[in-house]
Nanobody
Framework: QVQLVESGGGLVQAGGSLILSCAAS????????VGWFRQAPGKEREFVAT???????VYADSVKGRFTISRDNAKNTVYLQLDSLKPDDTDVYYC????????????WGQGTQVTVSS
């Protein structure tokens, strides 16, 4: 089992920045990839970015060039740097983990709220 805890959300003005953290504990040696997703009430969950154990990253087109995903293996933590924030980025942000290339994102954190004011 792996546990994920997000932190770092908050209220920020448009154009501002935030750093979200996703701390993993438990069977962290079995991590293949950690992803960030976001969801607003009444909407489907949306993929934001992912980082694989190889270090390769993938971003949604809507955040490419504005968000950066990174990791600190020593701290078992993945970060999401959010820059040039827009009101449309207002969502609950979740981190999730998959243990192999064929697996789904089976482990999820509780989410952290990001609110961007105009």
């Amino acid at each position: 089992q792996v546990q994920l805890v997000e932190s770092g959300g908050g209220l920020v003005q448009a154009g501002g920045s935030l750093i979200l953290s996703c701390a993993a504990s438990g069977r962290t040696f079995s991590i293949y990839a950690v992803g960030w997703f976001r969801q607003a009430p009444g909407k489907e969950r949306e993929f934001v970015a992912t980082i694989r154990n190889s270090g390769s990253t993938v971003y949604a087109d809507s955040v490419k060039g504005r968000f950066t995903i990174s990791r600190d293996n020593a701290k078992n933590t993945v970060y999401l740097q959010l820059d040039s924030l827009k009101p449309d980025d207002t969502d609950v942000y979740y981190c999730a983990l998959k243990v192999s290339i064929a697996a789904r994102y089976d482990y999820w954190g509780q989410g952290t709220q990001v609110t961007v004011s105009s």
